[in-house]
């Protein structure tokens, strides 16, 4: 197998799955955005971000060139290379898998190699915020249109199969490649450093400590989590928010009288693992749209925690065992985010970490290797 990926720039869910691939086939990773992708700005933190961790390791890669004269991946027109068909025609992939249909040169590889080479496809779109309407009409004619482009779909959980299904395509065209991060790296036990983050903000052993890591945006739903908190009104009971981003002053503001909340501003790669095993409860308490999956859930199970996630999060089906390894709400009900709350912080210390641990036996089988191993058999698996 001789495998070309088409993908915008390094991304950190992304590497290991390409450094796992080049182990076993050939491949040719095609970043379309071009060098400058390496440290970009991401306007959701509100600053220009460059992982501390190497993105670029164990696989071959090539910068393409990018004539857009607004370069990036937030618009169809932000990913332009004229020189690219002419790229892969040189190297001579015998499969394509592109990330994304959304930008012009993607879209253009896509139509060009269709019934010359396998055409993969990868994407992590759901139907779960979806309106009925006219704009629905002409996009589902659109993307019917699109999807018949690409041979094969791998598709990350349900919801993203139950979306490649509604745009046209067949069971034989759907394989399965689950959203995956690198479980080994956030598994490491850093014990000392989640200790002495705990210690950092008075947080003891016995007390409780939610989680909530992301961008402080409105539709991750962190100001619903801050209400919440303040509502139980639960001694040793500790919330810390992790991130920037547009609601940061709005959530100080309402957490100034309230001793049990902490911030910490936005942390790199390396320290994520500290940060998720200082916690006993991670919270996902999305609103949409938007959040197709929710890879931090990965991670923090990865860690062993216990999860509290909404419904409008698209791996909530998949990864979270009511019950068993934590609870889903209702995106649309304050109510039930307050009584699944209540019920976590009710199992106690004792209650969670065994729900932490069948997080982390859960996800086991969630892994950048599974994923690496569909990519490479998807032809046997789409009979």
Not at 139 to 164: C, E, M, P, Q
Request: aromatic residues 12%.
């Amino acid at each position: 197998m001789r495998l070309a990926i088409i993908t915008t720039h390094p991304i950190q869910y992304y590497a290991p799955v390409f450094k796992l691939l080049a182990q076993k086939i050939d491949v040719m990773v095609f970043y379309t955005w071009g060098e400058a992708s390496v440290s970009k700005h991401d306007p959701g933190f509100g600053q220009t971000i460059k992982w501390d961790i190497d993105l670029l390791d164990g696989y071959n890669y090539t910068w393409v060139n990018n004539t857009s004269t607004n370069p990036g991946s937030h618009h169809f027109n932000g990913i332009v290379n004229p020189d690219l068909i002419d790229q892969l025609k040189s190297w001579q992939p015998d499969t394509l898998l592109v990330y994304g249909w959304a930008y012009k040169s993607h879209l253009s590889i896509m139509r060009y190699f269709k019934n010359k080479i396998p055409v993969l496809f990868r994407g992590d779109s759901t139907l779960l915020d979806e309106k009925p309407g006219f704009k629905n009409i002409i996009r589902y004619g659109y993307l019917k249109w699109v999807y018949k482009h690409i041979d094969y779909a791998l598709y990350t959980g349900s919801n993203n199969k139950a979306y490649f299904k509604k745009y046209g395509l067949k069971e034989n065209q759907l394989i399965f490649a689950p959203h995956a991060i690198d479980n080994d790296r956030f598994a490491i036990q850093r014990t000392n450093e989640a200790l002495n983050l705990r210690r950092g903000f008075n947080i003891s052993g016995d007390d409780l400590l939610l989680l909530f890591s992301g961008k402080f945006e409105n539709k991750k739903g962190p100001v619903l989590l801050l209400q919440a908190f303040v509502n139980l009104g639960i001694p040793k009971v500790h919330l810390l928010f992790v991130g920037n981003g547009a609601l940061e002053a709005l959530l100080k503001q309402k957490a100034a009288h309230y001793p049990g909340i902490h911030f910490m501003d936005f942390q790199n790669q390396s320290n994520m693992p500290v940060i998720y095993q200082a916690c006993d409860i991670f919270c996902l308490p999305s609103k949409g749209p938007g959040e197709t999956w929710g890879l931090s859930v990965n991670e923090a199970m990865a860690c062993g925690k216990a999860i509290l996630v909404s419904d409008k999060a698209g791996c909530a089906i998949d990864l979270v065992k009511p019950g068993i390894n934590g609870y889903i709400h209702s995106a649309a009900s304050f109510t039930d985010l307050y009584k699944k709350l209540v019920l976590m912080v009710n199992e106690g210390k004792e209650g969670l970490s065994i729900m932490g641990e069948n997080s982390k036996e859960i996800i086991r089988s969630w892994g950048v290797e599974a994923q690496a191993t569909h990519i490479i058999n998807y032809k046997n698996e789409s009979n």
